[in-house]
Each structure stands twice: as C-alpha cells, then as structure tokens.
C-alpha cells in the first residue's frame, strides 16, 4: 500500500506540473502582447500632425491639400523621421523632427485619385527606431473637395 500511494503522488505531481507550465506561458503570452496605452503617463508616444490634426496611430487618413505635416516625439535622441515611399517600400525620404513640411509625394497620389501609404519611422543618428506608423492616404472624392475650403487645417 505505501508503494502505491508514492507512485500515486508521484503521478499526481507530474500531471500537476503541466497545467501549472501551461498556464504560466499562456499567463506570460497574454501580459507582453498587452499594448501600452498612448494616455499612460510617461507613455512616448510618436505623433504626426497632417494639417496641424495630430495621429499617433496607424491609420487611413482624408487630409485636404496642401498637405502639411510635422513631426514630434517626447524623446530628444530622435531627430528624424525615414518615410517610406508608398509603392516602393525599399526607398525612403528623411525629414527632420518639429518643423513643417510637405508631403508633395502623397500630394500627388491623392491629386491624381489614388489611394497611397507609407510608413512613418522616428529614429535617431544611428538609425535606432523609437516609434513607427502606417499612413493611408485617402484622396477626397471630387463630391467633397469643397470640405477642404471650409476647414482650412484638416
């Protein structure tokens, strides 16, 4: 009988052990796929301003043109942003952070009718990322171009 009751607690332990490795990873998994919510104090969030209205996620976006934009990040190692250009995602445009400039390449695109995007990466000196977003652009359909004469900054 006591042969038993140690095999018996000895099986028990090693099934016990699995659920407890299972949950553990499932458990680890779920808290890093967690994203960090861009109002978390201390959060660093990269943000885009397209006509002076701010984007700090991916996103499709309708601004009129011209298209102006600015880049900021709280960070003060970055000091550029690298655009990848919309159907050629191996070439890219560098612009600096804070100061205004247009976008004439998407311009063209949304002037034309068609749809384009690129992605958005601030980096420092050395290339390090520190944020990235994808930008849709959406051209406005001609119903709508008179929008743009309304809101002058959007």
């Not at 978390?40 to 397209?50: D, I, N």
């Not at 655009?83 to 695109?109: A, C, G, K, V």
Request: hydrophobic fraction near 40%; glycine fraction near 4%; include cysteine.
């Amino acid at each position: 009988m006591k042969l038993l009751s140690h095999k018996f607690f000895l099986n028990i332990h090693r099934l016990l052990q699995k659920p407890l490795a299972i949950l553990t990873i499932f458990s680890l998994g779920f808290i890093l796929s967690l994203p960090a919510a861009a109002q978390e104090p201390g959060a660093r969030v990269f943000t885009v301003f397209l006509n002076n209205v701010p984007h700090s996620v991916s996103e499709t976006v309708r601004p009129c043109v011209p298209l102006m934009a600015r880049f900021d990040h709280p960070d003060p190692h970055v000091t550029r942003v690298r655009m990848r250009y919309p159907y050629n995602h191996e070439m890219f445009m560098i612009f600096p952070m804070r100061q205004n400039i247009r976008l004439s390449l998407h311009e063209d695109f949304m002037t034309k009718g068609e749809w384009s995007l690129s992605d958005f990466i601030a980096e420092d000196e050395s290339g390090k990322t520190y944020g990235q977003m994808t930008l849709t652009f959406q051209p406005l359909d001609p119903d709508n171009r008179g929008l743009c004469d309304s809101f002058p900054d959007s």
